[in-house]
């Protein structure tokens, strides 16, 4: 169950990673550009062909593309066909960034109940797939 916040992670460390750099969406996309490999998601993580848009502190930062389970693309632009808009505090992005955390998902559900992170799904069959990893993750976090 923890692999299901891989796509997370990954936003997260890349939105963090521009943080370290100054903050700039430009040195976010320039990373994600000089990367050697790419990152493939783990089939049973039910995230495929989605974007996410990733706010903080509700300004916008950076927009991912996913396809065929791989991050294909990273974008400085807000995506008009957005599956996912990702909220996170500023506060967030700077433990992660230095190291702090350590992604779990008793970690997940408490920075979902805190408000520090927040998934907002646009369309009624992402909003009931996000309401179903949800809670899945809820549950798991009771034998975490």
């Known amino acids: 169950m923890r692999y299901i916040l891989f796509v997370l992670v990954l936003c997260l460390g890349f939105v963090s990673a521009g943080f370290e750099l100054g903050g700039s969406c430009d040195e976010i996309v320039s990373a994600f550009e000089d990367m050697d490999e790419e990152f493939v998601i783990p089939s049973g993580i039910p995230f495929g062909d989605d974007i996410l848009d990733i706010y903080v502190d509700e300004g916008f ?36 960034s230095e190291g702090n955390l350590v992604m779990s998902v008793d970690l997940y559900n408490e920075m979902k109940d805190s408000g520090d992170l927040e998934i907002d799904a646009v369309g009624f069959g992402k909003s009931v797939k996000l309401g179903l990893v949800n809670f899945g993750l809820w549950v798991a976090g009771w034998f975490a």
């Open 61 to 96: 930062v950076v927009s991912f593309e996913l396809v065929e389970k791989k991050l294909t693309g990273v974008s400085c632009e807000v995506s008009e066909d957005v599956d996912y808009n990702v909220y996170i505090s500023e506060e967030l992005a700077g433990d992660i």
